[in-house]
């Protein structure tokens, strides 16, 4: 678990609108940075309103307090240069991993010279202080280093990316038709090339044809999850051969064709159908 200690230096704001962060980085003098997924919590499982980041971006600057990224999911996935670059929000620091080492485990801390230069002995030797240890039994690992360079050298060369969006897109889409041609009021969204599912557990009246999750909020996206629904969900998915992410949801990669596409759809009327007794 997180230490009492650390919970009571952090605050932990609502991302359904700017206003809160906003308001709280003007009323504290001693906050050391602010840290977020791009994307909203969880991979985008709660999507960020329109205009969040770059208030964010904004207010960060005027308080002189770091802004981190967290894109060890979204880095080189939402784009090349990951969600910043898709956004036009540029960070302070980003914490990178997961694609970044081709399927190794490894990760990265990229950011401003400034602030990157607290780790780096020789810049602290010249400007004679003393540097922030970085030490990791993991750390330069070769192994997770020449895959990564490989992997980046794929990114940046061929259009992986964009075909898994493209995929995950079309993968969406029939997600969607398919709960309409079923009557079962879920939502199906997502950025990029993932995609989430919202299996609604207050049975609320939602239209899968036009479903926004933003008109939901944080609240109710994630705050009434019911573990037990999301769990039978991803059984009866992977009783008809497809695997998904526990969220619920799941990734779509450069891999996934028109066959995996088809066999996913397939499992998922299936288990839409074996799960129209929750709704009751």
Known sequence: GIPAAVVGESIV???DAPAPAVDALHSHDDIAAV???????????????????????EATKTRRVPLIFDEVITGFRWSRGGAQARYGITPDVTVLAKIL??????????????????IDPAAAKAAGREKVGHQGTFNANPLCAAAG??????????????????????????????????????????QASVFVIFPNPARLPIDPANFDPLKLGFKGLKGGRDPQLNNKL???????????????????????????????????????????????
Request: proline share 6%; hydrophobic share 45%.
């Open 149 to 190: 360079v490989t992997m980046l050298s794929l990114v940046a060369t061929t259009d992986a990316g964009e075909r898994a969006e493209r995929t995950a897109e079309e993968l969406r889409a029939a997600m969607r038709r398919i709960l309409v041609e079923e009557g079962v009021p879920w939502g199906v969204f997502g």
């Open 13 to 15: 704001l609502s991302a």
């Open 234 to 280: 991803r059984l009866a998915l992977l009783a008809h051969g497809v695997d998904i992410a526990g969220g619920p949801g799941g990734f779509v990669s450069a891999a996934h064709g028109p066959r995996e596409v088809a066999q996913t759809l397939d499992a998922w009327r299936s288990a839409v159908r074996a799960m129209k007794g929750e709704l009751r």
């Open 35 to 57: 840290i977020i997924e791009p994307s909203g919590a969880s991979w985008g499982q709660v999507p960020l309103p329109p205009g969040f980041l770059s208030a964010l971006r």
């Open 101 to 118: 080492a081709g399927g190794l485990p490894g990760g990265a801390v990229a950011g401003a010279k400034d602030i990157l230069d607290q």
